[in-house]
Structures are given as C-alpha cells and as structure tokens.
C-alpha cells in the first residue's frame, strides 16, 4: 500500500509485519520514532503477541535483547551515535555469541563535541564487531532491508544492523509503498533458532572459551560473513520476486556500464550524486554511482569486477578513522589491490556532523579528480583559513583552549575575515 509517511513510521510498520516477539525500546535522537511507533502498535493490538519492553539504557535495549533471543525470540531494538557506544559490550556479545537480533541505527554524528545530525561515523565504530551491516539509500529501501535483514539473520544466526541516515531518512515524508502482512509471511519464514535455552535441553550459551578454540569460533564468525556475500544476493533476487521491486543486494550500479569516471558512496547522498551525475552526462561527461549497500560483509570481488574497467574512483564518505583516512576509501583500496591497471583511487570525506553535501561542491570535486589528482584524504568543503588559525593559535600559544569552541568563536568572525 503506498503511503505519504515519515521514514521513522513507515519502518516501524515494516519491522511490525515482521511480528517480533520482543522489542526492546530506549529513545534516542534520530531513531526515537521507530521504537515510539512500534509501541504505538502494540498498544493499539496492531503488533500482537510482542513484549514491548522500555528499558533504562541503550545497553539495557541490546542485553534485553540478547537474553529474548538467546531463549527463543525474534528480538528487535534501535539505537544512534552515543547509544551504540554505551552498548558497545552488548554489540560485541550479541554477534559473538551468534544471536539473529535485527537493529536499526539511526545514523548520526559520534562526539565530542555534541552533535546530533547525521554522518556514519556511529556505524564505522562497530564495523568489526562481527554484525552484518546495510545502509539504506532511501527510505523505502529501508522498509524493504528491515524484511530482508531478518531472513538473512536467522538463516545465518548473526545480527544485522540496518542502517539509515539520521534525520535525512528517519524524519523524511516520502512515499512509500508498505507491504501487506500476507506478502511478509509468505517472504519471512517463523523463526526457528539454531540455538536456545530450553529447560527441556539444557545447554550453556556464553562459555569462557581459552586460547585453544577463540581463534576458530572468530573464523567461524567470519565465515559466516562470507556465506552473507552471496545470500544477501540470493534473498534480495527472492524479494523483487516476491515484492515486484528491487531492493538491497551486495551492491549497483548507476550508468556505470561505460564509465570512465565511478563514484562509491553509501547511504542518502546517493540520491544527490545521481543528479550530480546525471547532469555531467548531458555534458558528454563517462561518469557513474556504485552504491554498497553492504558494507559488511564488504563485497570485495564484486566492487572490483564493477571498478575494473574505470579510469578514476572517487569514494565520497561520511566518515574518517582519524590518521588513515576514510574507512570505506581504504575498503575500496584494498578491491583495487592485485588488478592489472588500477583506477586512480581519490578519498574525499563530506558531510560530517550533517554538514550539507551540495551538488556544485560534488560537480567541482568530480571534475577535479580528472585534471589534479590529489594523495590522501580531501575533505570537501573544509573551511582552510579557519584551521589554518586554529593550528598557528595553538602553536604559538601552549594554552590555546579548547579547539571546539575556538572554531566555533572564529566562525563567528566577520565574514571578510572567515573569507581571507
């Protein structure tokens, strides 16, 4: 059914015909409104036999979450930016210990300083920790990844987050088109757990495990992020079967067949690239998107297969690993490695803080890449003069202050001098 909705909602519906048995709610901004929602529909009797649980803490979400499906449950939670830090040990233990619990992050900035806008630097953190990871472009493929994400969890027993651009996605009125609760049974099979604590068949969940066999259950947890790879295929081919659209997979292409040029990116800014590039190629301009939509498992041979035949790179982010550069930059680097003629990589890290990622500052990094190719990480529309004082400040004077608010005082300057 198409709907004028917010984002927020139209996943709480879609996580709905899931029919979780247990969800696990702690509000924090952007993500607020889809635990709200869900609880909405349990009050309503819309959600029926579901434990709506509010807990005190986002490590509380995560560990109620755990414990509910560690005895059976198809568990849901919810969580952004300092949430999933606090629940960090939790996220840690919910893939080590093999639990299909279904998470949505509502993408947004980590701090210090306090920012409450969208960037990935929430996902980067947990992007070892063992959870498959799919960020979503629009909102109706978040609908579309939340069904899809509980599959691929229970097959493989392994939790998988869905990611979704705060604020961007979550407080977005779109259309979308909702599926019916018949289209989701026939698509999502019950949950039938691999493991359970059943007083009937006693069994130990959580063992101390020593240096003779951690290294094989990690492998084994690796493993299975490879068997992801091609399931996540499998299941989205099954979903535009089933749901007569495509959504999801490992990653696509956009006008990317004969590209010279191909930008990779995640998340929203997708949609503003297509534009971007859309009107390069009424310029005679070869240039093209490849979307991840799964960044973890990361889908190595095939991002090379789709990069092979092009020129440049350009890997646009939301995020940096401070001293290396952008993380998905350096995940693409490594799918480069070994080809016979390797594009030219170029990193440029955009958008963080929620800073806007606008189409003149993209067509302009676009078209440099082709005439002044750069090392390392550029980071698009920094403001130059006002770091280049923040750091003669902070040399000439040992007790500088704090850099946050030096750069918050300097922005403040008149704009002739913010312009110099």
């Not at 440099?368 to 006002?386: I, S």
């Amino acid at each position: 059914m198409l709907k004028q909705i917010e984002g927020s909602h139209a996943m709480a519906e879609a996580i709905a015909l899931c029919r979780p048995e247990v969800i696990c709610a702690y509000p924090i901004t952007p993500q607020t409104h889809i635990v709200e929602g869900l609880g909405d529909l349990v009050r309503e009797g819309a959600l029926q036999n579901c434990e709506f649980i509010n807990v005190e803490s986002e490590f509380a979400a995560l560990s109620v979450a755990i414990g509910a499906s560690a005895a059976g449950a198809r568990a849901y939670t919810a969580t952004a930016s300092q949430g999933l830090l606090y629940m960090a040990e939790a996220v840690y233990n919910a893939s080590g210990l093999g639990l299909p619990i279904v998470m949505t992050l509502g993408n947004r900035a980590i701090g210090a300083p306090i920012n409450i806008w969208n960037d990935h630097s929430d996902a980067m953190s947990m992007r070892d920790a063992g959870w498959i990871q799919l960020f979503a472009e629009t909102n109706q493929e978040a609908v579309d990844l939340h069904i899809i994400a509980f599959k691929l969890a229970e097959e493989l027993s392994m939790p998988t987050m869905v990611c979704v651009d705060g604020f961007i996605l979550t407080h977005a009125m779109e259309r979308v088109d909702i599926p019916d609760q018949a289209q989701v049974d026939a698509y999502l099979p019950p949950f039938e757990p691999v493991q359970v604590l059943d007083p009937a068949e006693p069994v130990s969940i959580g063992a101390m495990v020593g240096p003779e066999a951690f290294t094989e259950v990690r492998f084994l947890g690796h493993y299975k992020q490879t068997q992801a790879l091609s399931l996540i295929g499998t299941y989205s081919a099954e979903f535009k079967q089933a749901f007569g659209r495509d959504s999801g997979g490992l990653l696509r292409g956009y006008r990317a067949e004969d590209a010279e040029m191909l930008i990779v990116a995640m998340g929203s800014v997708c949609g503003t690239i297509k534009d971007v590039i859309d009107e390069m190629r009424e310029e005679g301009i070869a240039i093209g998107l490849v979307t991840i939509v799964s960044y973890r498992p990361f889908p190595t041979d095939e991002l090379r297969g789709v990069l092979a035949g092009a020129k440049d790179v350009v890997v646009v982010e939301k995020a940096i690993a401070p001293g290396l550069g952008g993380p998905l930059a350096n995940n693409v680097d490594m799918a480069l490695r070994n080809l016979p003629k390797s594009p030219r990589l170029h990193s440029a890290v955009a958008g963080l803080g929620g800073r806007p990622i606008t189409k003149a500052s993209l067509h302009a990094l676009f078209r440099r890449a082709t005439v002044q190719p750069w090392e390392g990480t550029h980071f698009l529309d920094l403001n130059a003069v006002v770091v280049s004082r923040e750091i003669h400040g902070s040399r000439k004077k040992r007790r500088s202050g704090p850099t946050a608010e030096n750069i918050l005082r300097r922005l403040a300057e008149t704009p002739t001098q913010a312009a110099e």
